[in-house]
């Protein structure tokens, strides 16, 4: 089992949609999660932390289920621009060994169409 | 401005001949990872580095080398570069005080023909 698993997609949409992605962690011992989002051929950026109260950024929301270890991305409204790969992310936290390596699943296709 | 910088942005070689891609952060971060990324495989580590002088393999270390000699400055080198090392290259710094959120360079596309 990977350690970090996201549907791939992709997933298109019209504008205006309401979209969410999930992704699971292997590791129960993981510490942080986080959403980025990569542009092709771009640099990933940072979206959002997970907490575990979840938490939410305009239209945006992520949530955080720790028994069943996913997490999850909800955008409302769709726009155009948000057309991306969505990453998902989970570090173990600490500092012994290679603890502050983030774990990075392979993505999620967002088309969001006119 | 806080920011990862990378050189060069593109490049293109042949193989065997040494080439490095310069890395800095200005943010006075400890931790700073290589990455390559490839269709169907994601961001996989290269190379990472915990401070100066300490410098560790992570996923995908061979055919590379690092060196971290002072904070800023992390370094990315291909002794002999080989076609399978064609990839787009991300350097990363990590702040451990925000739940290690990581900052990216913007790529080192690198063609080895």
Known sequence: RKEVEQDPGPFNVPEGATVAFNCTYSNSASQSFFWYRQDCRKEPKLLMSVYSSGNEDGRFTAQLNRASQYISLLIRDSKLSDSATYLCVVNMGGNAGNNRKLIWGLGTSLAVNP | ?113
């Not at chain 2, 370094?75 to 350097?91: A, K, M, V």
């Open chain 2, 1 to 113: 401005e806080a920011q990862v910088t990378q050189n060069p942005r593109y490049l293109i070689t042949v193989t065997g001949k040494k080439l490095t891609v310069t890395c800095s952060q200005n943010m006075n971060h400890e931790y700073m990872s290589w990455y390559r990324q490839d269709p169907g495989l994601g961001l996989r580590q290269i190379y990472y580095s915990m401070n100066v002088e300490v410098t560790d393999k992570g996923d995908v270390p061979e055919g590379y080398k690092v060196s971290r000699k002072e904070k800023r400055n992390f370094p990315l080198i291909l002794e002999s570069p080989s076609p399978n090392q064609t990839s787009l290259y991300f350097c990363a710094s990590q702040n451990h005080y925000r739940g290690n959120e990581q900052f990216f360079g913007p790529g080192t596309r690198l063609t080895v023909l």
